[in-house]
């Protein structure tokens, strides 16, 4: 499932409107959206059909999901780069991979690294093992801080 502003794509292809692009199921099992609860399927589908049984649990997936990554308590991730990454910028500066080092504190660590700096870089470490892992190897003055939602 995909939501994209106020479009809930199904992986059966199906799609909904949901104000805001917020969506859930309600304790009786019926599909509400954001607003004044008025759910709406667009295209060429009959929406008085609502959705199918598979559909709803993957709607309930994802609720869970979403439910369970808000929870989720903060953590502290220390990444690291191979050192032929060397396109990475943040906030105006060249990272070099031989001597920075990304520190990210949130609630998906790896989600921000990603959404910062793609799918090139190395390593991550929790904070109880950076002593061995990283600064036995990368000074600790090349710390890069990494602020979830922060410009790139």
Known sequence: MIIEEDTVTFSTGKQ???NNGIIG??????????????????????????LTESEKVELADYMIESWTRYKAPLRTLYFTFGFDHVDHIYKGKKLDPRVNTVKITSKDPRQVMREHFGLKWAFD??????EECVFAYYPRDGVVEVVEGGAS
């Open 125 to 130: 470490y929790p904070e109880d093992r950076v």
């Open 16 to 18: 909904a409107y949901a």
């Open 25 to 50: 199921l309600s304790p009786s099992g019926q599909v509400m959206d954001g607003s004044d609860g008025a759910f709406q399927l667009t295209g060429e589908l009959d929406f008085r059909n609502g």
